[in-house]
C-alpha cells in the first residue's frame, strides 16, 4: 500500500453534507488514454451489418478488448473464445489505496475507498451482444458473473454487476467490489 493519502492520485470517498451522500472520487482515472470515437451514419450502418451477419470484426481491429488486442497499459489479451475477464487497467477503485487522514472537519470529510473493478468481454466478437448470443453462450457469460461474484464476496462486502457498452459500443460488462456500496 502507498505510504500516503494524494486526493488527486488516490480513490476516495468525499461527503456531500447538501444531501448527506457520500461520493466516489477516483482522480486517477483522469489518466486514462481516450481514444473517443464520432461515429458517422455509415459507421452505424456497418456497425449493425456486421452485427446482423455475425462477421468477424473487421472495422474493430483497434478495439482493446478483442482477443489478440494490446491495450493501452501494454497487455495483450489472450486469443479468448469465450467470456473473458481481466482485472480493469484503469479502475475506479484499487485494493491499496490509502485512506485520508480526517480533516477535523464536518464540511469536507473524506473516507478511503478501496476495492477492485474487473472488465468482463462477453463475446470475442464485439458485434455480438447478449441478444445476439446463442444460449449456451449466455450459459456461459451469466456462470462467470457467479464465479465472479463468489470471488469477489470473499473479500469485499459489496459487489456490482453491470452491463455497458464502451467507446467503441463494445457489448461488456463491469465488476465493482468494495467495501461500501457506490451509486454508479
Known amino acids: 500500500m502507498p505510504d500516503s493519502f494524494e486526493p488527486t492520485e488516490h480513490p476516495h470517498r468525499r461527503y456531500n453534507c447538501l444531501t448527506g451522500e457520500w461520493v466516489l472520487v477516483s482522480p486517477h482515472r483522469m489518466k486514462r488514454p481516450w481514444q473517443g470515437k464520432v461515429n458517422t451514419a455509415s459507421d452505424s ?4 451489418d456486421e452485427a446482423q451477419n455475425g462477421q468477424p470484426d473487421a472495422g474493430q481491429l483497434d478495439n482493446p478488448l478483442r482477443p489478440g488486442a494490446r491495450r493501452p497499459n501494454g497487455t495483450v489479451n489472450p486469443d479468448y473464445t469465450s467470456t473473458f475477464v481481466f482485472t480493469n487497467d484503469f479502475p475506479a477503485l484499487m485494493p491499496d489505496s490509502p485512506s485520508p487522514k480526517d480533516s477535523g472537519s464536518e464540511l469536507f470529510q473524506m473516507q478511503g475507498a478501496q476495492g477492485t473493478c474487473r472488465v468482463v468481454c462477453f463475446h470475442p466478437s464485439s458485434s ?3 441478444a445476439k448470443m446463442t444460449l449456451g453462450e449466455i450459459k456461459g457469460v451469466v456462470t462467470v458473473w457467479i464465479e465472479q461474484m463468489l470471488e469477489l464476496g470473499k473479500q469485499y ?19 465493482c467490489s468494495g467495501c461500501f456500496v457506490i451509486d454508479l
Open 45 to 48: 450502418a456497418e456497425k449493425k
Open 128 to 130: 455480438v451482444t447478449l
Open 157 to 175: 462486502t459489496w459487489v456490482q454487476v453491470r452491463r455497458c457498452n464502451g467507446e467503441a459500443n463494445e457489448p461488456h460488462g463491469r465488476k
